[in-house]
């Protein structure tokens, strides 16, 4: 099938005079998570991992993916003709480095290479564009998968559009768009382009089930100085629905009329957002009009500092799910162990605790359980046919989290399964050194305008004081009742020039990973706050420190003490204390008596 599939695609290639096509795993909404509508990239080669481009030549189909997909891509592209490309070995050409490099030793004399322009951002476009026009290569617009595409392919999802409530929100629609609007004035323009799904959600307190884990709608939204509109499929919209857009003065239209009415916008300057709004939109936009990339959006800004109610949503989100990770951990040691269980397994039963919780809605992203050396896979992905049996005795490390209409939760715990007394020293060690840098993290203070790029190394110090580290960022920003993974802020070594804000939601996780033995990471989230009972001696900055926002136990019995601080272990003994007061009254009297003996203080 994925042979006729190139050779048709091939055929379209030549008779629009095209050389090579590139198929990114993308969507016009720049999504981290996206519907099957739009797999164009695993339509064409047959590869089903979440990360991959192809690239397919008039003799060549390739597919570059990183090693967390190595072993899958490698089965699914057998007999498929597509190559793979493995882009985290040093010596893997970047695509158009390839390219360049292909059509120079080949037959062909056309350089014209074609992507389809909803795929790529304006700013992606540009980049590649400009690459590729360095090897002698023309970059044109062109979707030559749609015309192919036409069985099966599956339909753009048709979730209700449905209002999220002020009471969760805390701020009204029309305030927020007179947020907006002042952005707009202080930047000169008359009109903004909104195409991230999130952001939507935000701006108009609309939510939908359209993708997974993150309860968003498939749209497009132009505010403009007089009015708001929202481009979506009318079988989207029930009378609720309707009723509500009309009670807060937002016009609607079809979701395919936004590339007309940006044709038609009679706006002497329109803003977008370059690292998100795609290339077709701003290939639409009215040429007359002056076009404005700022990045990050505005309401992406907006929408990162949380209000009071979103705040105080999320701490009721860590009570539910701190009742959920209890029971989880409890039915583990208690019971799990007694029939055979698999990571999969794990998850599953994880998922029934929180669906328990009142006001959840689903998980926040695809539990990650990863037994022994599967935990040293960063982003490892159990499936029913490659999952490990949890038997003996081990490191478990259980990254998870649940949506709320409260909030979003985001935690990992490592735990040892087993007897206690037969953990090595050496796991000790790590999950020590990975547990000091995620207090260290949680404890600092900082002046005002400090960027998270300036404190990741406080996560770090300690494996980097032995020769350890870890390959990825210690925090990602975090969204209230939408996307698990939110900007613009974060905590990792890459120079991010947007600084913490007091209302940053953000994660803590540091970790080592131990390639085929184990996977240690820690991680709570914690929310930017002024600092509280700053020293006498201050010399009048405004600093701000961080409010840990999860409430789930550490497992005491992987700490070597001996390399704790007495700071330290007091910080431990006061966070059990803490999440012990906060969530024993929400537990039946045997499941509070087992959280007490999680949380007993250590020995300072």
């Known amino acids: 099938m994925i042979k006729e ?16 096509c ?37 003799d060549q189909a390739l597919l570059w993916t990183d090693s967390r997909y190595y072993l899958q891509a490698e089965a699914e592209l057998q007999g498929t003709t597509v190559k793979l490309m493995r882009e985290s070995d040093i010596d893997c050409p970047s695509i158009p480095e390839w390219l360049s490099k292909a059509i120079g030793n080949g037959q062909w004399a056309i350089g014209k290479v074609a992507v389809n322009p909803e795929m790529y951002s304006v700013n992606g476009y540009r980049e590649l564009k400009a690459t590729l026009e360095e090897g002698g290569l023309e970059l044109v617009s062109i979707d ?6 036409t069985e099966c392919r599956p339909a753009i999802p048709t979730s209700l559009l449905y209002e999220y ?17 002042q952005a707009l004035r202080e930047k000169h323009c008359e009109a903004l382009v909104v195409s991230a799904l999130d952001e939507i959600g935000w701006l108009l307190n609309i939510r939908g089930k359209d993708v997974d884990y993150t309860p968003c709608l498939i749209s497009y939204v132009v505010v403009e100085m007089d009015r708001c509109t ?9 009378d609720a629905a309707r009723a509500y857009l009309n009670r807060i003065n937002v016009c609607v239209q079809d979701y395919n009329q936004v590339f007309d009415y940006l044709k038609d916008i009679n706006v002497s300057a329109i803003m977008y957002d370059g690292s998100k709004v795609n290339e077709a939109l701003y290939e639409a936009i009215n040429p007359a009009a002056n076009k404005v990339n700022v990045s990050p959006s505005p309401v992406l800004k907006m929408q990162s500092v949380k209000n ?26 208690n019971e799990a162990l007694q029939t055979p269980q698999t990571e999969i397994t794990l998850a599953t039963k994880l998922g029934e605790f929180r669906a328990m919780g009142e006001n959840y809605t689903d998980d926040s992203f695809c539990t990650i359980a990863g037994w022994k050396g599967n935990g040293a896979i960063v982003h490892y992905h159990a499936t029913p046919s490659e999952c490990a049996k949890v038997e003996g005795a081990g490191v478990l490390l259980l990254d998870s989290g649940g949506q709320y209409l409260d909030g979003t939760t985001d935690i990992t715990r490592t735990i040892w399964v087993g007897n206690p007394a037969n953990i090595p020293a050496a796991v000790k060690r790590d999950y020590t050194l990975v547990l000091k840098g995620h207090i260290a993290l949680a404890c600092a203070r900082f002046p005002k305008g400090t960027r998270g790029n300036q404190l990741d190394v406080l996560a770090r110090q300690f494996l980097w004081a032995e020769g350890m580290t870890y390959g990825h960022g210690t925090g990602h920003g975090v969204g209230h009742f939408m996307g698990c993974h939110e900007g613009p802020q974060n905590i990792r070594t890459d120079n991010n020039p947007n600084p913490l804000q007091v209302g940053n939601i953000c994660s803590d996780e540091p970790g080592i990973y131990r390639t085929n033995e184990y996977g ?28 840990t926002l999860t409430l789930c136990y550490y497992d005491t019995n992987m700490i ?27 537990l039946e009297a045997e499941e509070a008596a087992w959280l007490k003996e999680k949380c007993m203080p250590l020995a300072v």
């Open 5 to 20: 599939r190139l050779a048709a695609l091939r055929a379209l290639m030549k008779e629009k005079g095209v050389w090579a």
């Open 22 to 58: 590139i198929v990114p795993g993308t969507d016009p909404h720049a999504s981290e998570y996206m519907a099957e509508h739009w797999t164009e990239m695993s339509w064409i080669t047959g590869f089903l991992g979440e990360t991959g481009t192809a690239v397919i030549t008039l």
């Open 144 to 149: 030559l998968i749609s015309p192919l595409w």
């Open 165 to 181: 409530e002020e009471k969760y929100t805390g701020e009204s629609v029309e305030s927020k768009l007179g947020r907006v609007r």
């Open 230 to 238: 929202i481009f979506v499929a009318p079988n989207k919209l029930d």
């Open 308 to 333: 009071d109610t979103e705040l105080q949503g999320e701490r009721l989100a860590m009570r539910k799910d701190a009742v959920a990770l209890t029971r989880f951990f409890r039915w583990l040691e």
């Open 520 to 547: 240690i990471r820690i991680e709570n989230l914690i929310a930017v706050r002024e600092a509280r009972e700053l020293g006498t001696h201050t010399t009048g900055e405004t600093y701000l420190e961080f409010e």
């Open 560 to 586: 070597d003490l001996s390399r704790m601080t007495e700071q330290e272990i007091t910080w431990i003994n006061n966070y059990h204390a803490w999440v012990y007061a906060e969530v024993a009254p929400l």
